[in-house]
């Protein structure tokens, strides 16, 4: 009896372990990205940059053509990819300090360049590889290790909204926040990068997908409580939303 | 070919800005290249270009030209008085200074150096527009030095302004040809 | 014979660094050699090129590492203050083992500085300026022909040794003006594919990557010590310099880019005047021209260093000359040019205190 596949890695993912920590949802987001490019034919076309951060080795686990930027650069890295290889598929993966604090004039000009590229935007508010200090998405009152007493508002300022900055620039083709809590949500986000990647295809402009994200290891809770930290504190504060839709139907 | 009496040349070419030196130092570069001589030119650039001078350095050689740098030119072209000031004192014995005197009232001091006067404004004006007392001043400089032809440097305003600006370009070579004149006597 | 044309340092680099292949160029204006940016804006876009203003140096580095990874030539050009920020950047591109080709009209600092001339940047060019163990390949050329001939040259060096090329001009070079031959525009088949290595989808082969880290020492010690085997090629393979009027040398002056240029005036000045001067002019600041300073100390009274600064390559002639002969220096700053004349002043002083 012939067995039929219902479940297996995608092609875009290498047979390599994820080494993100127990909970972690970079497993999820990896997933989805992999999918996509999978269906929509684009695997052996694609080149990634990765981040520094904990996605760093993100390109050992994508099997497409990959590097990883300088902290904060990888949007100036891809756009240097696309600008000499036009017809092919470039997506940066970044976390919040690295896209956000470090990167946020690489950001910007990618997006309001309205380069052809993808983002892949992971808030968890915080910075995970180094050990759990302020991001600039951290919450009011969030305590890290950077804010041991709570990010105060009047000497750190306050959390920045990357998506609400970005959607008033024309060069952004796509743009949509979304998140991994519940099967429903992952349902969503794979939407949203899929119609991210055919912003790109098209040749419409930047697009990004912000997934708002955990971080069980260094919030100090576990998985099952980060996913509910997450819907109480993170959502409230990061609105799910689509923000600008130029591809409109996507099969 | 007319080959220049002196070999060697370094020219400091200076004046207000707008006064048209550094056209008067590229006409004369490109000139140089046309007879096949090696040659250099400098701007003065940057906070130099404020207030008193703007000026540039033409070097040309028969052999290949060590510094474009010059501090002891052998030719001097004055456009304005503070150019006068500043590059008198610099002339190599028995160089050359000429003197716009149509801007320049007071004579030089020095008496190991060759003087020339041209009135370049006046010329210029009979001509038709003072812009081109820059190159009466460079007809006439070629015609105290002879270090490129006026034929070169014709061919070389033909290149830079007949390309550009047709109309401009006949008289602009009257005004070499009246500059080369103006030194004649002198 | 092509014919001669005059072009300014910064225009005659920009054409012939797009006759030498360059497909891709992103900077960020600085004076003073934002006459290269601009002249690439309008030329690239008429020959098929691309042409990107980036929003900072620290962008246009990382577009660099970006287009070099796709094994695609790309330049930039910029003035040192843009080269200091570009310099993490820099680290990154020569610990990727990606070839990529710098220009850095340096101008007078540090800081903000000024505009005029100066060669100051010498140890950040050749000494590291960025992170960790590594070597941009340096070369410095005096006259415009030199510079539009070495274009060519920094391509093939960075393809050839997968190494960041880094070309040090000054103002000077940059703003002057000067008969220059320019080479035809170079054919396809004369450019590396990188096929090997380069970034371009993977098809159906296996993934490429390029990263310049590896977090376990061992291997990160290993990657190193590669890098130092191709250095060590380099050094073997790639020393370029001048000798002028050496053969009857008492005084060997060392000196480079415009400097060296310079002193071929205060020579004829030096030897007018009974003193037998001749210069050593390195064209490689790294590799450095060792061996012939080396052997020039056997023969010579002394070895003179001038620069436009207060002394950074006369580091590298005194380890080179080791204390055989005195090593005197001479050097302006802050974008101060030393005149022919004044380095003469500067020689007599330094003869008759020897003689």
Redesign the interface.
Known sequence: MKGIVAFKRPDALTSKEFTYCPGCLHGVAHRLVAEILDEMKLTDQTIMVAPVGCSVFAYEFFDVDGTVAPHGRATAVATGIKRSLPDRVVFTYQGDGDLAAIGTAETIHTANRGEKITTIFINNAIYGMTGGQMAPTSLVGMKTTTSPYGRKADSEGYPIHVCELLQNLNGVAYLERVTLLTPRDIITAKKAIKKAFTAQVRGLGYSLVEIVSTCPTNWGLSPVESLEWAKQKMLPEFPLKVFIDKVGDVK | MNRPVQKYHSTIISGFGGQGVMLIGQTLTSAAMMEKLYVTWIPSYGPEMRGGTANCTVVIDETPIGSPVIDRPTDVIAMNIPSLLKFEKTILPGGTLLLNTSVIDREPTRADIRVYRVNAGEIAGKIGSDKVANMVILGAFVGITRVVSLESVRLALEKKIGEKRPELLAMNLQALKAGENAIAGQ | MAE?I?LKGNEAMAEAALRAGC??Y?GYPI??QSELIEYMAKRMPEIGR?F?Q???E???V?????????G?R?MTSTSSPGFSLMM??VS?IAG?NLPAVFINVVRGGPGLG???PAQSDYFQGTKGGGHGDYRLIVLSPATIQEAVNMMFDAFDLADRYRNPVLIIAD??LG?????VELPDFITPDRIPNHEGWA??????RE???????DLDPVKLEEMNLKNYETYQKIQENEVRYEEYLMDDAEVAFVAYG?MG????????LAREAGIKAGLIRPISLWPFPEKPIREAAEKVKMVMSVEMSMGQMVEDVRLAVSGKVPTPFYGRTGGI?P????VFEALKREWEALV
């Open positions: 001669k005059l497909q891709v992103f004076t003073p691309t990107l980036a929003e900072s620290v962008a246009a990382n577009m660099i590492y970006g287009a070099a990874c796709t695609t790309v993490e950047g990154y990727a000024d505009i005029q103002g000077l703003q002057m003006m000067e008969p970034l371009r989808g993977k098809g159906s993934q490429h990557t390029i990263t310049s880290f415009t240029r310079i002193l071929k005036t205060t020579i004829r040019v005149t022919p004349t004044e």
